[in-house]
């Protein structure tokens, strides 16, 4: 079991920025691919980045794509996800998750096996 941990969350401007790290205390996530979901009140979880296990190979949804980086620091064990001009629309519960039987990304919430407990995202106009 890899027990994840998000962090970066809070309340912002519209316009600003954010960064959410996840990382995986104990343990090590370098041979997996990583991704971002989000989750706002009354919706359900939606796919925002993901990475592949090496960095290179990296997808954004269209929704956050030009505002929106996924990244990951492998000596670290961890996985970024920088998020500029950000909009009310964004507010929501982001999640980290790892995909253990791949080492490329994917978008597909089923193909994740392990999950962070989220970290909320507040944006206010």
């Known amino acids: 079991q890899v027990q994840l941990v998000e962090s970066g969350g809070g309340l912002v401007q519209a316009g600003g920025s954010l960064r959410l790290s996840c990382a995986a205390p104990?343990?090590?996530?370098?041979?997996?691919?990583m991704g971002w979901f989000r989750q706002a009140p009354g919706k359900e979880r939606e796919f925002v980045a993901a990475?592949?296990?090496?960095?290179?190979?990296?997808y954004v949804a269209d929704s956050v794509k030009g505002r929106f980086t996924i990244s990951r620091d492998n000596a670290k064990n961890t996985v970024y996800l920088q998020m500029n001009s950000l909009q009310p629309e964004d507010t929501a519960v982001y999640y980290c998750?790892?995909?253990?039987?791949?080492?490329?990304?994917?978008?597909?919430?089923?193909?994740?096996?392990?999950w962070g407990q989220g970290t909320q995202v507040t944006v206010s106009s």
């Open positions: 998750a790892a995909d253990r039987r791949s080492m490329g990304w994917t978008t597909q919430r089923e193909d994740y096996d392990y």
């Open positions: 990475i592949s296990w090496s960095g290179i190979s990296t």
């Open positions: 104990g343990r090590t996530f370098t041979n997996y691919a």
